[in-house]
């Protein structure tokens, strides 16, 4: 068995859509007819889009399942000598068994067509909407911007059920009048509701019209009613152009309108299944409807651990999103420590010779240490730190991405990371005991009210080297590394439930200043208890 992923053109005019339907011919009924009798076996497209009766398609995508031995990129070559002219693939290839045309990240991309002119042309009428009115494209072009991004596009739909979310993302719309006549409608997104392009395009030819001025359409979408907006167009002007598939997820998307602001980070859901949600500001009767969307969004992408924080505390710990509850998991707390000019004076004058040299600066660190700590000092090595070099990046990675695994609200590295945050000025380090490599260190210079700082933001001790005092001395050395710089305070953050990391950070005199709004993480109400522990275990 395997699946054929198709590409398929067609002129809608004479067919009731694509879906199968009872009483009349659908592109779906054709396909499966002329695949049947080709492969001499029964065959069930599946496609990407239903388009409606009368809408013709450049690039619509199916998929069906068979056991013929034809290679894939055959099956189009045979197939379109048997279909019909106004119906034909454009491409035919073998695909992954579990890849199904609705259930990826795509862009749809859609043309609606106006031929405005004072008298109407024949060749043109099945794929052309006639308006004999004069357009304002420069007009209708500042309607369209209001329609561009994240929005709830209620109005501009017709809702077939009550419960359907009617939230979508325009990526872009352009209009062109092109030379002969034709105002193109161009509009690309994430997904569209029921006649949505049509409508739209009904909406932006009474701004064209003056019928309505460009700000009406900001009023529409406010009004979420389908009454508010404009006519819905016929179907013979609007053709699907194309799928783009997302070949890798967008490491983080940031979305922000009048209504919701926030952050849905998904860099961490191919090599540990767990994304993150920062709300920033949203509107109380739309928080619930953001959050279990957000939620959705993630698990559909493959995220199995979720973790949502918002900015004004609105989730409760057991609260239910959807088909998630939430379970309170950890929160940030921001921490901070001023360190002298004493220990820095006399380096700052000679000037470091290489930043082995922090070792020789911990002889004068005035730490209060238990006699268990002093003992372990005296076997110890010195704590050094060595500037990372391009060389060892894959083996400076391994450490790090080893060392976070597990911790909530780790990033995993890669080198581009590394090569972009060097580019923006951060110091990475090997930490050394002597010559033998025990972690590895990231220091990010930041500026707060006019004043320069540091922030820890990574001490990563490899398993073997643990509980055994270095990382106290790796502080000092930071420390050190900061007088240097000409810096006398050093800020980080740490989860709350990482005990060991707030212990020694508030024993080498870190003080918490603030609190981050709480994480919590969602985990599907189908869960059994053994999933909600090993959920807890990896946060």
Not at 357 to 386: D, G, P, R, Y
Not at 413 to 440: L, N
Request: charged residues 25%; aromatic residues 10%; glycine residues 6%.
């Amino acid at each position: 068995m395997k699946r054929i992923k198709l590409v398929v053109a067609y002129d809608g005019t004479h067919y009731h859509g694509w879906q199968l339907q009872p009483n009349g011919l659908s592109i779906e009924a054709v396909l499966n007819q002329t695949l049947s009798e080709l492969l001499k076996e029964p065959i069930m497209v599946i496609g990407a889009s239903r388009t409606d009766s009368g809408v013709h398609a450049l690039g619509n995508v199916a998929v069906f399942d068979t056991e013929n031995r034809m290679p894939g990129d055959k099956i189009c070559f045979a197939l379109n000598q048997r279909l019909p002219e106004d119906i034909q693939i454009q491409s035919s290839e073998e695909v992954l068994m579990n890849w199904h045309p609705r259930k990826q990240n795509c862009t749809k991309t859609y043309e609606y067509k106006i031929l405005n002119r004072k008298i109407d042309m024949p060749v043109n009428r099945l794929y052309t909407y006639f308006c004999y009115f004069p357009l304002d494209v420069d007009k209708m072009k500042q309607a369209a911007a209001y329609l561009v991004g994240e929005h709830d596009f209620r109005s501009f739909c017709t809702v077939r059920t009550q419960a359907e979310e009617t939230v979508r993302t325009i990526h872009s719309l352009t209009i062109e009048r092109g030379a002969d006549d034709i105002v193109v409608i161009r509009i690309s997104g994430n997904g569209f509701l029921y006649n949505m392009v049509r409508i739209i395009a009904g909406t932006l030819l009474r701004v064209g019209t003056g019928l309505y001025p460009p700000k009406r359409v900001e009023e529409i979408l406010d009004a979420r009613s389908r009454q508010a907006a404009g006519p819905t167009l016929p179907a013979k002007g609007l053709t699907l152009i194309n799928l783009e598939y997302e070949k890798t997820l967008p490491p983080e998307t940031m979305v922000s309108n009048k209504y919701w602001k926030y952050l849905l980070v998904q860099r961490e859901i191919a090599p540990k299944k767990k994304a993150y949600v920062v709300i920033w500001r949203c509107e109380d009767g739309e928080f619930h409807r953001l959050v279990t969307r957000l939620v959705h969004q993630a698990a559909r992408n493959g995220a199995k651990w979720i973790y949502v924080a918002d900015s004004s505390s609105r989730i409760q710990d057991g609260q239910s999103f959807g088909y998630y509850q939430m379970n309170k998991n950890y929160c940030y707390l921001e921490m901070e420590k001023e360190i002298t000019e004493r220990a820095g004076e006399a380096r700052q004058q000679n000037g470091p010779k290489d930043i082995r040299e922090t070792k020789e600066l911990q002889e004068s660190q005035n730490i209060q240490e238990t006699k268990e700590l002093q003992k372990l000092q005296e076997i110890q090595s010195a704590v050094w730190l060595c500037p990372l070099k391009k060389e060892d990046w894959k083996n400076w990675l391994e450490t790090y991405n080893e060392a976070f695994f597990t911790l909530p609200g780790s990033a995993t590295y890669d080198e581009t990371m590394i090569q972009e945050e060097e580019e923006k000025g951060s110091f990475f380090f090997w930490i050394y005991a002597e010559e033998t490599q025990i972690g590895v260190l990231v220091l990010l210079p930041k500026k707060e009210d006019g004043m320069e700082l540091i922030s820890i933001d990574i001490i990563a001790i490899k398993k073997e080297f643990r509980n055994l005092g270095y990382g106290r001395k790796v502080l000092s050395c930071v420390e050190d590394f900061a007088r240097l710089q000409g810096v006398y305070k050093l800020v980080l953050m740490v989860a709350d439930s990482n005990q060991s990391a707030r212990y020694l950070y508030e024993n080498a005199g870190f003080q918490v200043v603030r609190k981050r709004p709480d994480f919590f993480c969602a985990v599907s109400n189908l869960f059994d208890e053994n999933d909600r522990k090993r959920n807890s275990s990896l946060a």
